[in-house]
Protein backbone atom coordinates (compact mmCIF):
# COMPACT_ATOMS: atom_id res chain seq x y z
CA UNK A 1 0.00 0.00 0.00
CA UNK A 2 0.92 3.12 -0.61
CA UNK A 3 0.55 4.83 3.21
CA UNK A 4 -2.28 6.47 4.64
CA UNK A 5 -1.69 9.84 3.76
CA UNK A 6 -1.12 9.35 0.39
CA UNK A 7 -4.57 7.47 -0.22
CA UNK A 8 -6.22 10.21 1.63
CA UNK A 9 -4.94 12.97 -0.38
CA UNK A 10 -6.56 11.40 -3.78
CA UNK A 11 -9.94 12.30 -2.91
CA UNK A 12 -8.79 15.76 -1.06
CA UNK A 13 -6.91 16.61 -4.08
CA UNK A 14 -9.99 15.93 -6.37
CA UNK A 15 -12.44 17.32 -3.57
CA UNK A 16 -10.23 20.76 -4.12
CA UNK A 17 -9.96 20.88 -7.52
CA UNK A 18 -14.11 20.34 -7.93
CA UNK A 19 -14.07 22.71 -5.27
CA UNK A 20 -16.75 23.05 -2.26
CA UNK A 21 -19.59 24.05 -4.86
CA UNK A 22 -19.40 20.52 -6.05
CA UNK A 23 -18.12 18.35 -3.27
CA UNK A 24 -19.14 19.82 0.79
CA UNK A 25 -16.10 19.85 2.97
CA UNK A 26 -18.57 16.84 5.06
CA UNK A 27 -18.38 14.77 1.78
CA UNK A 28 -14.53 15.55 1.24
CA UNK A 29 -13.59 14.34 4.71
CA UNK A 30 -15.95 11.04 4.40
CA UNK A 31 -13.86 10.45 0.74
CA UNK A 32 -10.51 10.86 2.89
CA UNK A 33 -11.63 8.22 5.14
CA UNK A 34 -12.63 6.03 2.70
CA UNK A 35 -9.91 6.18 0.64
CA UNK A 36 -8.18 4.92 3.83
CA UNK A 37 -10.58 2.11 4.79
CA UNK A 38 -9.57 -0.91 2.75
CA UNK A 39 -6.17 -1.36 4.37
CA UNK A 40 -8.39 -2.07 7.40
CA UNK A 41 -8.16 -5.51 6.00
CA UNK A 42 -4.97 -5.68 7.56
CA UNK A 43 -6.69 -6.89 10.49
CA UNK A 44 -7.14 -10.16 8.61
CA UNK A 45 -3.56 -11.07 9.32
CA UNK A 46 -4.31 -11.27 13.29
CA UNK A 47 -6.81 -13.35 12.60
CA UNK A 48 -4.81 -15.82 10.75
CA UNK A 49 -5.94 -15.53 7.32
CA UNK A 50 -3.97 -15.57 4.48
CA UNK A 51 -2.90 -12.63 2.27
CA UNK A 52 -3.81 -14.39 -0.99
CA UNK A 53 -7.28 -15.48 0.82
CA UNK A 54 -10.14 -14.00 -0.91
CA UNK A 55 -10.25 -11.74 2.89
CA UNK A 56 -7.01 -11.54 3.30
CA UNK A 57 -4.54 -8.02 2.44
CA UNK A 58 -5.72 -6.33 -0.50
CA UNK A 59 -8.88 -8.98 -1.11
CA UNK A 60 -12.36 -7.87 -1.59
CA UNK A 61 -12.01 -4.55 0.47
CA UNK A 62 -9.82 -3.23 -2.58
CA UNK A 63 -12.24 -4.63 -5.28
CA UNK A 64 -14.51 -2.46 -7.67
CA UNK A 65 -17.49 -4.10 -6.12
CA UNK A 66 -16.54 -3.17 -2.72
CA UNK A 67 -16.59 0.57 -3.95
CA UNK A 68 -19.11 0.05 -5.61
CA UNK A 69 -21.35 -0.90 -2.69
CA UNK A 70 -19.97 1.45 -0.72
CA UNK A 71 -21.16 4.59 -2.74
CA UNK A 72 -24.79 3.00 -3.25
CA UNK A 73 -24.90 2.99 0.75
CA UNK A 74 -23.80 6.61 1.10
CA UNK A 75 -25.88 7.33 -1.56
CA UNK A 76 -28.97 5.99 0.29
CA UNK A 77 -28.05 7.64 3.11
CA UNK A 78 -27.56 11.11 1.75
CA UNK A 79 -31.28 10.16 -0.04
CA UNK A 80 -32.61 9.59 3.55
CA UNK A 81 -30.71 12.31 5.31
CA UNK A 82 -32.11 14.38 2.43
CA UNK A 83 -29.50 16.10 1.38
CA UNK A 84 -28.75 17.88 -1.68
CA UNK A 85 -27.32 15.12 -4.62
CA UNK A 86 -27.27 12.06 -2.98
CA UNK A 87 -25.90 10.42 -6.31
CA UNK A 88 -23.02 12.56 -6.14
CA UNK A 89 -22.63 12.06 -2.51
CA UNK A 90 -22.76 8.03 -3.64
CA UNK A 91 -20.58 8.18 -6.76
CA UNK A 92 -18.10 10.85 -5.04
CA UNK A 93 -17.51 7.74 -2.14
CA UNK A 94 -17.59 5.13 -4.96
CA UNK A 95 -14.35 7.10 -6.59
CA UNK A 96 -12.94 7.52 -3.77
CA UNK A 97 -12.72 3.66 -2.22
CA UNK A 98 -12.43 2.73 -5.63
CA UNK A 99 -8.66 4.84 -5.84
CA UNK A 100 -7.26 2.69 -2.97
CA UNK A 101 -7.54 -0.16 -4.84
CA UNK A 102 -6.17 1.12 -8.12
CA UNK A 103 -3.11 3.00 -6.37
CA UNK A 104 -1.86 -0.49 -4.78
CA UNK A 105 -2.18 -1.62 -8.18
CA UNK A 106 0.94 0.74 -8.66
CA UNK A 107 2.76 0.01 -6.19
CA UNK A 108 6.33 -2.60 -6.93
CA UNK A 109 5.51 -5.18 -4.01
CA UNK A 110 3.41 -7.38 -1.99
CA UNK A 111 0.20 -9.08 -3.61
CA UNK A 112 -1.48 -7.61 -6.22
CA UNK A 113 -4.84 -6.19 -6.00
CA UNK A 114 -7.99 -8.58 -6.08
CA UNK A 115 -9.86 -5.36 -8.04
CA UNK A 116 -12.48 -7.41 -9.88
CA UNK A 117 -13.47 -9.63 -7.11
CA UNK A 118 -16.08 -11.08 -6.44
CA UNK A 119 -16.20 -12.16 -10.73
CA UNK A 120 -12.53 -12.88 -10.94
CA UNK A 121 -10.30 -13.87 -7.59
CA UNK A 122 -6.92 -12.85 -9.67
CA UNK A 123 -4.35 -10.07 -7.80
CA UNK A 124 -4.00 -7.65 -9.97
CA UNK A 125 -1.35 -5.34 -10.76
CA UNK A 126 -0.50 -2.66 -13.53
CA UNK A 127 1.75 -2.95 -16.18
CA UNK A 128 4.03 -0.65 -14.50
CA UNK A 129 4.64 -0.04 -10.76
CA UNK A 130 6.34 2.82 -9.97
CA UNK A 131 5.45 3.51 -6.69
CA UNK A 132 7.50 1.94 -3.47
CA UNK A 133 5.51 -0.35 -1.76
CA UNK A 134 4.89 0.70 2.28
CA UNK A 135 6.26 -1.42 4.74
CA UNK A 136 3.27 -2.97 7.04
CA UNK A 137 3.35 -1.86 10.48
CA UNK A 138 6.49 -0.42 12.22
CA UNK A 139 8.54 -1.13 9.73
CA UNK A 140 7.76 2.35 7.95
CA UNK A 141 10.01 4.03 10.45
CA UNK A 142 12.93 2.90 8.53
CA UNK A 143 15.34 3.89 5.26
CA UNK A 144 12.50 2.05 3.08
CA UNK A 145 9.58 4.20 4.45
CA UNK A 146 11.64 7.30 3.58
CA UNK A 147 12.26 5.47 0.02
CA UNK A 148 8.41 5.33 0.25
CA UNK A 149 7.78 8.59 1.29
CA UNK A 150 9.60 9.74 -1.89
CA UNK A 151 8.29 7.72 -4.02
CA UNK A 152 4.88 8.87 -3.63
CA UNK A 153 5.53 12.63 -3.56
CA UNK A 154 7.02 12.00 -6.89
CA UNK A 155 4.20 9.88 -8.34
CA UNK A 156 0.80 10.89 -6.42
CA UNK A 157 1.15 14.48 -4.42
CA UNK A 158 3.31 15.82 -7.03
CA UNK A 159 0.91 14.89 -10.40
CA UNK A 160 -2.19 15.73 -8.03
CA UNK A 161 -0.96 19.09 -6.82
CA UNK A 162 -0.22 19.86 -10.37
CA UNK A 163 -3.64 19.08 -11.53
CA UNK A 164 -4.99 21.45 -8.81
CA UNK A 165 -2.65 23.92 -9.39
CA UNK A 166 -3.50 24.07 -13.46
CA UNK A 167 -7.74 24.59 -12.44
CA UNK A 168 -6.69 27.16 -10.36
CA UNK A 169 -5.00 28.82 -13.20
CA UNK A 170 -7.81 27.96 -15.55
CA UNK A 171 -10.62 29.08 -13.26
CA UNK A 172 -8.46 32.17 -12.61
CA UNK A 173 -8.23 33.27 -16.25
CA UNK A 174 -11.69 32.53 -17.09
CA UNK A 175 -12.97 34.83 -13.57
CA UNK A 176 -10.68 37.49 -15.15
ZN1 LIG B 1 -4.34 -1.18 0.39
Not at 21 to 47: N, S
Not at 66 to 72: Q, T
Request: glycine residues 10%; hydrophobic residues 55%; contains cysteine.
Amino acid sequence: MPTIFSHAAVPMFAALIATEKWIPRPLAMLGMAVAILPDADVLAFKFGIAYTDQFGHRGASHSLAFAALLGLLCCCAAYWKQVQRPWLWGGFIALAAASHGLLDMATNGGEGVALLWPALHERLFWPVTPIEVSPIGRGFLSWRGVQTLYSEFLWIWLPMLALWGGAHLLRRRQAG
